[in-house]
């Protein structure tokens, strides 16, 4: 996910109708259709999927515009786990699981592990035969 695409890639503000982005659609409807999905069950999962992508990589896209440096990256998840860790009688669970160093930072293997995630629900949906 690294490099940055530009927001306007990631989050267009109208339909995209070109040639290129109607052929990712079609290969992707094409693809979970395959696998047994159809109607709104098939809308709804290229929804998720595509929705998924295009939200992970902005977040990305905003982090990496603020933090360039490895190290003033590291220093800022470690102030954030420490703030939570003052306040985890209120915010237990996020103090616990949600803290920014929970990935390392790797946002590659934290995207790996939410499109598995998202992808292991759509499945759930398949037939089975």
């Known amino acids: 996910m ?9 989050l267009p503000g109208r339909p995209l109708l070109g040639p290129h982005a109607l052929a990712r659609s079609e290969r992707v409807y094409a693809l979970l259709h395959r696998a047994g999905l159809d109607g709104p069950r ?9 929705y998924f992508v295009q939200g992970y990589t902005a977040a990305e896209n905003v982090w990496r515009t603020r933090q360039r440096d490895p190290a003033a990256e ?13 306040r985890a009688e209120l915010y237990p669970t996020l103090a616990q699981h949600a803290a920014p160093s929970g990935s390392g930072g790797d946002f590659d293997a ?7 995630t998202v992808l292991d629900g759509i499945a759930a ?4 035969t």
């Open 2 to 10: 690294q490099g940055g695409a530009h927001p306007a890639l990631v």
């Open 42 to 50: 098939l809308t709804t999962a290229v929804g998720a999927l595509t």
């Open 74 to 86: 590291g220093a800022l998840r470690r102030r954030t786990q420490e703030y939570l860790d003052r």
């Open 110 to 116: 934290s995207f790996r592990l939410g499109l598995e």
């Open 125 to 128: 949906h398949t037939p089975t």
